[in-house]
């Protein structure tokens, strides 16, 4: 199992040893859980979900409870999980007061006839299934907050309205790819979204190929970073493409994806992806100054990381 935590979002001058090894922390507890299922013969699909929901659950990564704010001081959030088995996927949108809209996704994607839910229709979905939701302070980190105001001012030096331009600081999602015993591939990811994003926004976390994919005959792909130029590019189908029709290496595709089409289209120093092929190869790949990732094997032994270690 490979996952991430968001690409982007990472300041050395800013992060305590402390803060980093919260981080670290996170990171580990979200591959352990993901790995005791894989370990007891369970399914990929339920080893991504697991694992997502730990980060959603982590104040310290912008997904769920760490969720950034809309420029209206709410907190909207997206997530979606992917079955490289079938195909079949599930995703919403705009989802607000959902404790863990990773949930929702697989509902979607197992009671339903559809992909994507988005707002009420979402939010009334998971309620009706029974699913969590939580108060709007449970989501109100100060820590966010203040990321709100200061991109606010940042906003007002600039001289933009709309919140129409995006510091790459205030990026992050969450996002776990996972190859289990039968050899079956699944993808999750969750957000946030960005910070000061206008009301309704939506990335391309929710968006099937845009910010996840998963297909046995390839790949699954877990992506971060500005989600409006993932989704011009369908970068996590665009790697498995790569992977199906040109023969590259899930390394060698990811690679191509983060520092040339993503790159080419504008997306220097915005983005990553972790991806893994049916044979538990893996990329952990991003053009930013870091992302927080992790990966388990056989061991059982979470690996974290945040800059650019190996």
Known sequence: MVIHGGA???DPATLTPELEKQYHAGLARALEA?????????????AVEAA????????????????VFTSDGHNEMDASIMDGSTRKAGAVASVRNLKNPIKAARLVLE????????????????????????????FATQRRWEELEKTKE??????????????????????????????????????????????GRVGDSPIIGAGTYADNETCA?????????????????????????????????????IHDELVDLGGKDTGGLIAMDRQGRFAMEFNTRGMYRGYIGDDGVPHTFMYQEP
Not at 52 to 58: A, G, Q, S, Y
Not at 168 to 192: E, I, K, P, Q, R
Not at 225 to 253: C, W
């Open 34 to 46: 993901g790995y005791r299922i894989l370990k007891g013969g369970g399914s990929s699909l339920d």
């Open 111 to 138: 009671r339903t006839s559809h992909v994507l839910l988005v707002g009420r229709g979402a939010t009334d979905f998971a309620r009706d299934e029974g699913l969590e939701f939580e108060d709007s302070s449970y």
């Open 52 to 67: 997502v929901c730990v980060l959603e659950d982590d104040s310290l990564f912008n997904a769920g409870r760490g969720s």
């Open 8 to 10: 982007g979002t990472i």
């Open 221 to 257: 792909v877990s992506c971060t970073g500005t989600g409006e130029l993932f989704i011009r590019g369908s970068y996590a189908h665009e790697l498995s493409v790569l992977m199906k029709y040109r023969r590259m290496r899930v390394d060698d595709a990811a690679k191509h994806i």
């Open 154 to 199: 940042e906003e007002k030096e600039r001289g933009r309205h709309g919140s129409l331009a995006f510091p790459h600081t205030h990026l992050g999602t969450v996002g776990a790819v996972a190859v289990d015993t039968h050899g079956n591939l699944a993808a999750a990811t969750s957000t946030g979204g960005l910070t000061n994003k206008h009301w």
